[in-house]
């Protein structure tokens, strides 16, 4: 009887959710709030889950280690290979080490625009986390005149002479397995919990695409 009444109880929120997901509209009050109060919910990482729960969750994507991926063209101009990123989950605040290879078939200057969309796994619904100041699932016009322009950058990528503004002149940039903290963050967004996260980005320049490239991962606070 508890069994049929935690499957149960399972399937009513999954309904809900569901339909969260895809009847709210986000331009409105109410809607954004039930969305933001589905994505504060601290979530178990799939891959910590038991096989029965992974079956009946495991709709779409399934999150079971970090893992990226091109969106766009293998010719596009802007191209990453070899990403690594551990631990896995990722914590927060704590140390993470990653890695990459990034290579600039042409220089990349102002006007550098980014489209983000960020997705947070909720029972097994994906719900696009909207933009709230600046934060989220959003349209950066130009992330050249966002990036302070200083005369060094930070470490570890002064070490291996990989530029941090524009702009990024053609080459190979390589960043080894390196070390970053990351602090503790102040004004945390409410939907920066635990759980398995996808993470899209795609750069262009006067309406050409650069790049794309989508993550997923998860979090651990």
């Not at 039930?34 to 990482?45: A, F, N, S, V």
Request: glycine share 4%; aromatic share 8%.
């Amino acid at each position: 009887m508890e069994g049929k009444l935690s499957l149960q109880t399972l399937l009513f929120a999954a309904i809900a959710v569901l339909f969260v997901a895809s009847a709210v509209k986000p331009s409105d009050k109410a809607s954004m709030k039930m969305i933001l109060d589905l994505l504060r919910i601290p979530q178990t990482p799939e891959r910590f889950k038991t096989e029965n729960e992974i079956d009946f969750q495991g709709h779409g994507l399934q999150v079971l280690k970090f893992s990226w991926s091109n969106c766009g063209k293998e010719d596009d101009p802007v191209r990453f290979k070899n990403v690594t990123l551990t631990p896995d989950p990722v914590k927060i605040p704590g140390d993470v080490t990653t890695g990459f290879i990034a290579q600039f078939f042409t220089t990349v200057d102002s006007p550098l625009k980014a489209e983000l969309v960020i997705k947070k796994k909720v029972l097994f619904a994906w719900i696009e986390i909207p933009c709230i100041e600046d934060i989220g699932s959003c349209t950066y016009d130009d992330i050249c005149a966002k990036i302070p322009h200083t005369d060094s950058c930070p470490e570890p990528l002064s070490t291996y002479n990989i530029p941090c503004h524009c702009p990024f002149k053609i080459g190979n940039y390589t960043l080894p397995p390196s070390n970053i903290k990351i602090p503790s963050l102040g004004n945390v967004p409410e939907w920066l919990t635990n759980g398995d996260y996808e993470v899209q980005a795609t750069i262009s320049s006067n309406n050409k695409r650069l790049a794309c490239y989508k993550a997923a991962l998860s979090l651990d606070t």
